[in-house]
């Protein structure tokens, strides 16, 4: 496959690698002293097609679940008259004896693009390729592979790989992965022993693969017996690219920029109770409990029905968007629970109305997949606390790469504004408080902070973990307040 263009991912979720940019990959990868090629998804060949002519004479072993792929590498090796052993396997299954014990006390390179898909994706399609969840290697992270919801096949497919490559002397990494994956991955491997240096790359995906996403090449050179460490990442705006950023671990806690960290670092709560912010609320139904008012004056739910419900018992509800873009909540939201023990016990008698309105949609509701619902009341939200009820907030989209803090107040009525899951706030009572701590949190030292330390590349750049590495301690009245 030549110059980039838009793609759609085959049935195993993979974006097949241009062989352009295959060409461009190789010239950032050290060759010197390789003894073996491992490309546990080669696909249609990419890397193979390509490889340097000062490298044709590594041997290549190389695997893919799909056996047109194979055959294909296959005549694409043999044109090259390269020492290749291709063979169908699957990737989540590669183990020492597969690559045949070739690597054992040899300096391995690692190369390939395996697929960008999360395992919740791949198993909605036609094919189920995915690995068993467990954790086989004992690092860091690994939830997705013991058992929690979602996690990226690509990373299991490094892990995999890493597991079978541990009797090789020295291993390098070259894979192109989405930003989020490899920082993940390199979140694990800093200090961990052996690890050498780590990078990534960036690359323009929308040009090569058609897809939008942060992507490039991860590099890792690590000895599986080794004990030294680095515990730094170089980062490169692009393939050729001197690296311009560096991230890596400070006192056990990574940071996406060193240079602006240090310039920040008084700002953070370096063990101090930090502030403690809180999520929105969440209820996985926004069709039923999202409601608008229309031209008319009329509410309106997300199916379209017109809705009945006591106007005392509605919020303003306000959203990511809202939040980033300054404006008004563009949804009301029936409060009707003040704490995790589940909906209001006088519901009935007191909002009559609305308890008919959630009645007629029971069914929704226990349809709802998360398993946080389970064993619960059958209207059951999360996200809701006395903080809730609190009537003025400093709020902040989780989802936003700009991090703009801002604060909420009381309706007309005096009823508390209120966000949703993808949101974060402290509450307060006092407007001149909750306006002070959101002069400080929008202050050029917060500011410098939260670039050191976000990853804006990230669906949800903003965490409730991050915020909570802004210092509370010696701020005032009004963070002590929150």
Known sequence: MGQ?????????????????????????????????????????????ATVPAVARRIPWVAFDINQSYVEECRGVAEGLDLPARI??????????????GEAAGRTVLAIGNPPWVTNAAQAAGAELNLPVKHNRFGLRGLDAL???????????????????????????????????VAMKMARNL??????????????????????????????????????????TVNLSP??????????????????????IY?????????????????????????RVLELKRSSSGAIVNGLGESVDVEQDVLRRFYKSSDIASGRDASRLFPLYQ????????????????????????????????????????????????????????????????????????????????LVDDTCYLLPFQDSEEAHACADYLNGDGVQALLRSLADRTAKRPYTKELLSRIAAAERGPALAAA
């Open 262 to 286: 240090e310039t920040a670092r008084s700002v953070e709560a370096n063990g101090d109770p930090g502030l403690a912010w809180r999520q929105g609320v969440k209820h996985d139904l926004s």
């Open 87 to 100: 063979e169908v396997a699957n990737a989540f299954e590669l183990t020492a004896m597969q690559i045949g």
């Open 238 to 259: 692009r393939l050729g690219a001197k690296p311009n950023v560096t991230a890596g671990l400070v006192d056990g806690r990574f940071v996406e920029d060193l240079a």
């Open 146 to 180: 013991t058992g929690k919801a979602n996690f990226d096949i690509a990373e299991a497919v490094l892990l995999t790989l890493m597991a079978a490559l541990e009797d090789a002397a020295e291993v390098r990494l070259a894979f192109l992965l989405k930003r989020s």
């Open 338 to 417: 003040n704490d995790l023990s589940g909906p209001l016990p006088d519901l009935e008698d007191r909002w009559p109305k609305l308890a008919a309105y959630l009645d007629r949609h029971r069914d929704k509701f226990c349809a709802r997949r998360s398993t946080i619902y389970s064993n619960k009341p059958d209207f059951m939200l999360f996200g809701v606390g006395t903080y809730s009820l609190a009537p003025f907030k400093v709020v902040i989209s989780g989802f936003y790469k700009t991090p703009v803090f801002r604060v909420l107040g009381p309706d007309p009525d005096g009823h508390p504004p």
């Open 190 to 231: 800093l200090g961990a022993p052996g690890t050498r240096c780590i990078s990534f790359t960036s690359i323009d995906a929308h040009r090569w693969f058609g897809a939008s996403v942060e992507a490039g090449l991860f590099c890792v050179t690590y000895r599986p017996k080794g004990k030294d460490t680095t515990y």
């Open 4 to 48: 980039g263009s838009a793609q759609t991912p085959d049935p195993f979720g993979d974006f097949q690698t241009p062989t352009d940019l295959a060409s461009l990959i190789w010239s950032d990868i050290d060759l010197t002293a390789v003894d073996l090629c491992v490309e546990p998804t080669v696909g249609c060949g990419a890397f193979l």
